[in-house]
């Protein structure tokens, strides 16, 4: 099925392809804005909040990472692919990249927030560095902006997975880089 541009789904199509149980509460980030998401999920409907805002769709899943969408009386097709935290979707000849957080994770201290030790910052997709935000040496906060990757038309900043040092940076504005490619070591 082709939609025109009007008809592309936007944010709310996204966020019904997180892993969803009853009541999962996220953070997505789509080009460089956060927006708080719950979801509620019962067989195929499913009820998301996103900001505040109420949204109900029908989520059919085809195949694997296949998916048919309704919302509000418009029909999508979505094929969706995860590399680790981002969630790529793509609907109608437009392609989204998400940036998904469980904030639950990060206040049980499961993810990277609390890391001990030296981290490694890598890429969530291939693309290009756009922007360097930090040099080695500077002291960054967690979740501070280290680069800017642009991927799928779409800028993504890579953030610090806690406070610390920059160690090392291995990526210079220009560069194309992989997904999982390492651009930076925070300790």
Known sequence: MRHSADDRPDERAIAQFVPLGPCMKLE????GRTQRVELNRDG?????????RKVDAEAADLSDGAYSILIDGRSFDVRVQQHGMVIRAISGGHEFAAIVRDPRKLRRGTDAF????????????????????????????????LLVVEAMKMQNEVRSPKSGTVQALRAAE??????????????
């Open 174 to 187: 220009g560069q194309a880089v992989n997904s999982g490619e390492v651009l930076a070591v925070v300790a």
């Open 44 to 52: 195929t409907r499913v009820e998301a909040f996103i900001d505040g």
């Open 28 to 31: 997505i980030e789509i080009g």
């Open 114 to 145: 609390s890391a001990e030790g030296p981290q490694s910052v890598t890429a969530p997709m291939p693309g290009k560095v756009v922007r360097v935000l930090v040099k080695e040496g500077d002291h960054v906060d967690a979740d501070q902006g």
